[in-house]
C-alpha cells in the first residue's frame, strides 16, 4: 500500500476540487481526505494500491473543470490503516 501527501496550487479552492478529489478517489479505491489550505492549496491524503494513487496524482494536473492548476507537490506518507473511506474536511 501507497500513501501520498499531495498539495494542488492555482485556482483551486472554490472549484469543487475537494469533491471531484473524493469522486476520482472512489473511482480508484482510495482511501483519504482533502481540505483546504490557508495558503489557498488544497491539501489532499490518499492511499491504496501504488498504480492507483498514482493514477490519482495525474488526474490531479487537469482537476475539474473549475480549477486551473498551476502546480502539484508530492511527498510520499506512511499509510494508515485507520482510515476508511475518503473524508472532505
Known amino acids: 500500500m501507497l500513501g501520498s501527501h499531495i498539495s494542488i496550487y492555482g485556482e483551486v479552492?472554490?472549484?469543487?476540487?475537494?469533491?471531484w478529489a473524493k469522486e476520482q478517489s472512489?473511482?480508484?479505491?482510495?482511501?483519504?481526505?482533502?481540505?483546504?489550505?490557508?495558503?489557498?492549496s488544497i491539501e489532499i491524503f490518499v492511499q491504496g494500491e501504488d498504480e492507483s494513487?498514482?493514477?490519482?496524482?495525474s488526474l490531479c494536473w487537469d482537476g475539474p473543470s473549475f480549477s486551473h492548476v498551476d502546480d502539484v507537490l508530492v511527498q510520499?506518507?506512511?499509510?494508515?490503516?485507520?482510515?476508511?473511506?475518503?473524508?472532505i474536511y
Open 26 to 40: 472512489l473511482k480508484l479505491s482510495l482511501t483519504g481526505w482533502a481540505r483546504k489550505a490557508s495558503d489557498g
Open 76 to 87: 510520499d506518507a506512511n499509510p494508515d490503516e485507520s482510515i476508511k473511506g475518503f473524508e
Open 53 to 57: 494513487v498514482n493514477s490519482f496524482i
Open 13 to 19: 479552492q472554490g472549484s469543487g476540487f475537494r469533491s
